[in-house]
């Protein structure tokens, strides 16, 4: 089956740096993926949407000079949280569909822990 | 953003019980899927529903498309320990293309000793 891998599984990092996940569809392309975030006990809210080739779609709040998106290739997208800080700290998840697979669903990585210290 | 209402919000319930949730949406939907989420891992899609009155299993799972295309339920059937986790409805306006997913506000489910 479709395989999304999320690197790195946990990051911990100082207050004002930036800090890279990345999104792979393994075994699939993929012109779109999706950011989510999750805070304790709580659903996924979507952050933006990352096209590949083009500008990423951010939900209203998300300030997109914060969460930078780059979806260089149809099967890796990366989210980087500048200037991070302790507010920041939150389970990343990013998602994404085969594009070559009519009607399939969303498989979602396995998450990325950021804790701002 | 918005979130489907899910209930119950968390379920206490005895290995070998059934369980039942539900997902209301105060919109319509085009696509229904029900993901199950462990403790520090991402989404895992169970089911997906992409036809107004559809009702699929999975094992011992089983989910059905709301008929007004606004809710969605799951049931499980003689629940096991690794049934333990957090469980999400999510809606789909479309049933291609790259549409985003609204997520529920998730029932957590406990099987008791």
Redesign the interface.
Known sequence: GAV?S?HPSWVICKSGTSVKIECRSLDFQA??M?WYRQFPK?????MA?SNEGSKATY??GVEKDKFLINHASLTLSTLTVTSAHPEDSS?Y?C?A?D?AA??S???????T?LTVT | ?Q?LNQSPQSMFIQEGEDVSMNCTSSSIFN?W?W?KQDP??????LI?L?KAGELTSNGRLTAQFGITRKDSFLNISASIPSDVGIY?CAGQLT??G?E???????TRLTIIP
């Open positions: 999304v999320q012109t779109t999706f709580q659903s996924l809210m979507l949407t939900e209203q389970f998840i998602s569909r594009m009519y009607n669903p969303l498989h979602f990585g396995n998450g822990r | 953003g979130q696509t899927l993901y520090g891992e991402g989404p895992v899609l997906a992409y999400f049933n291609f790259n985003k997913l609204t997520f529920g506000t998730g």
